[in-house]
């Protein structure tokens, strides 16, 4: 399992980095992200939820560690509801 230290990082670079695991990662890779940012807090679960990846949330009051699996190759969310 790959894991990303987003904590130090602000919105929108958790996000960017996220992406890119995305596109890089195969299908079953698993990574654990921790972030601290408010934004990304909110965003990064919800986004990579729409994207059809498995999300696994472990909050507490300092950070948000999240664990993904890659389940589907990388599409953008408009992507997703073009081919639907």
């Known amino acids: 399992m790959q894991f990303l230290d987003l ?11 996220v ?6 990662a195969e ?3 698993e990574v654990t992200v921790i972030l601290n940012d408010t ?3 909110r965003d990064i679960p919800a986004f990579l939820s729409a994207l059809g990846q ?14 993904v699996r890659k389940l589907n190759h ?3 969310v408009d992507q997703e ?4």
């Not at 992406?19 to 890089?24: A, N, R, T, V």
């Not at 509801?81 to 639907?84: D, E, F, R």
């Open 81 to 84: 509801i073009q081919q639907s």
């Open 54 to 67: 498995s999300v696994v949330e472990l909050e507490n009051d300092t950070y948000l560690q999240i664990c």
């Open 74 to 76: 990388h599409l953008s």
């Open 7 to 17: 904590s130090t990082d602000i919105c929108p670079l958790p996000l960017i980095k």
């Open 19 to 24: 992406k890119l695991w995305l596109k890089q």
């Open 39 to 41: 934004g990304s807090r």
């Open 27 to 29: 299908i079953g890779s």
